[in-house]
């Protein structure tokens, strides 16, 4: 019989406690000096540390600067700094941090403005988290992961209506730049009924990070958020560690048993600062200079998103900046693989004054069939045929050689095209509730009319 194992009380205890802290504790001083400094990257010597590890370089009499190991090569260590590297120079020592890459969270986050860090933008006094979480976290087994069936509401009509988002799903908004990305960001984490959302905002403006705040999230909005901002003028290794601390928090609060809504501004812009290490580290350039590890580091990001075995899901939302509006971007394209969806926003139907410039036949939801009723089903594809119809004939009807009568289709078509163009057409402030949009579908669009 297994003989129990003996509990320690008292003085026996804290001595077993001092123990541990003394084999625990490191026993020589971790530090180099550095021995080179290239553009973005510092190379060091005479230091212990492993992949991702953070170290300090500290100029004489300045404060230290983070940096991040991010490669090795020739026995020195590869450092990107996440701060202004000025006075920093030849034998400057550089100390390992000796710390975990974790980020707090907790619910002393919701309502805040933070940065990669977790130090508050806001200028309230810094939140006290309940725990620390692995900045880097494991995607779920697949087997594990509940399938998505239940439906969530946006309350922006083109979604609820032809692009349905289910708990737990992941899409991507793809669009260039000034089409309406943040803006349709903001309409949907104001609106959609989830428990928390964690905004990143990576790599935009600085003036834009206030406006989206005030004009796009508003009072109601922030209250049940988290914002994580690294803005364009921060190093590539800050824009890197926001995207996985935002991911890291969501996961935090998924683990709760919470249904969190995931929104990242931009996913672009997070595979450009990646572009930068990888390129300054020596990676070999592919298409568009993008190197192979950010095409390995995309799925790892966005694998973290979903349900969970044990309750609670993340809704993810990438907004995708196609460079040149070219929707083959390779960006653009490998996103495209990974989500279970894509909206995309196209520059034409914004120069014509519709918004949300969601073009709804470029745009699909992979999981319409499991979130819609057979009714629901087709009459979501009836209208997206009639948008096709016209689509494809609209520059001979405008230019005068379609003949009414020739194509009872296109007939239709043309007589539903502006009660249709009313619906999937909406204000910033004109949350719509979506059972109602799908009756006014109903309505323009009776089984009998679509004969």
Known sequence: MDTPAVQLHGPLADAERLVRRIEQAPLFDRSGAVVRLSGLLIEATGINASLGDMCLLQPEGLQAVPAEVVGFNQGRMLLMPYADCAGVGMGCRVQSAQAAAEVAVGDALLGRVVDAFGRPLDGLPAPRPAQHW???????????????????????????????????????????????KSTLLGMIAREMSADVNVIALIGERGREVREFVDKCLGDEGLARSVLVVATSDQPAAVRVRAAHAATAIAEAFRAQGRDVLLTMDSITRFAMARREIGLSVGEPPTSRGYTPSVFAELPGLMERCGTAPGGGSITALYTVLVEGDDLNDPVADAARAILDGHIVLSRQLANQGHYPAIDLLASVSRLLPDLFCAADQELARTALGLLGVHAENRQM????????????????????????????????????????????????????ALQ
């Open 134 to 180: 692995p900045l880097k976290g494991r995607p779920l087994n697949p087997l594990q992961r509940p399938r998505i069936d239940e439906l969530l509401e946006t309350r922006v009509r083109a979604i609820d209506c032809f692009l349905p988002l289910g708990k737990g799903q992941r899409v991507g908004i793809f669009a260039g730049s000034g089409v309406g």
């Open 397 to 448: 009807v405008e230019i005068g050689a379609y003949r009414a009568g020739s194509s009872p289709q296109l007939d239709q078509a043309l007589r539903l095209l502006p009660q249709l163009q009313a619906i999937v057409r909406q204000g910033v402030d004109a949350a719509t509730p979506r059972e109602q949009a799908m009756d006014s579908l109903r309505r323009l669009c009776p089984p009998a």
